[in-house]
């Protein structure tokens, strides 16, 4: 079983950058894809970006592509979204997730995150 705890979201100006990160527990992480989704006000949860096991396959969806950049880090059981150029339209509460077979925007991840919030302001 794996526990995901994110963290470094917050309150920033459009153009800002920030990075989150997915801290997970248990010494298998480095066998799980990882994915980050988000949710915004009054909207459905969405997929930002995915990465394999090893990192060395990423995914983005297409509003985020240029902007964001994900990355994982096995030693320290660490994923992370790098998030540069800000807009308001991504204010949302970002989810880290987890699954050892799924992938992508419509994986069915088993393991989710409690969420951390960034909000862009204009």
């Known amino acids: 079983q794996v526990q995901l705890i994110e963290s470094g979201g917050g309150l920033v100006q459009a153009g800002d950058s920030l990075r989150l990160s997915c801290a997970a527990s248990?010494?298998?992480?480095?066998?799980?894809?990882t994915a980050w989704f988000r949710q915004g006000p009054g909207k459905e949860r969405e997929f930002v970006s995915a990465?394999?096991?090893?990192?060395?396959?990423?995914d983005y969806a297409d509003s985020v592509k240029g902007r964001f950049t994900i990355s994982r880090d096995n030693v320290k059981n660490t994923v992370y979204l790098q998030m540069n150029s800000l807009k308001p339209e991504d204010t949302a509460v970002y989810y880290c997730?987890?699954?050892?077979?799924?992938?992508?925007?419509?994986?069915?991840?088993?393991?989710w995150g409690q969420g951390t919030q960034v909000t862009v302001s204009s």
């Open positions: 997730a987890a699954d050892r077979t799924t992938w992508g925007p419509r994986g069915n991840y088993d393991y």
């Open positions: 248990g010494r298998t992480f480095r066998t799980y894809r």
């Open positions: 990465i394999t096991e090893s990192g060395g396959t990423t």
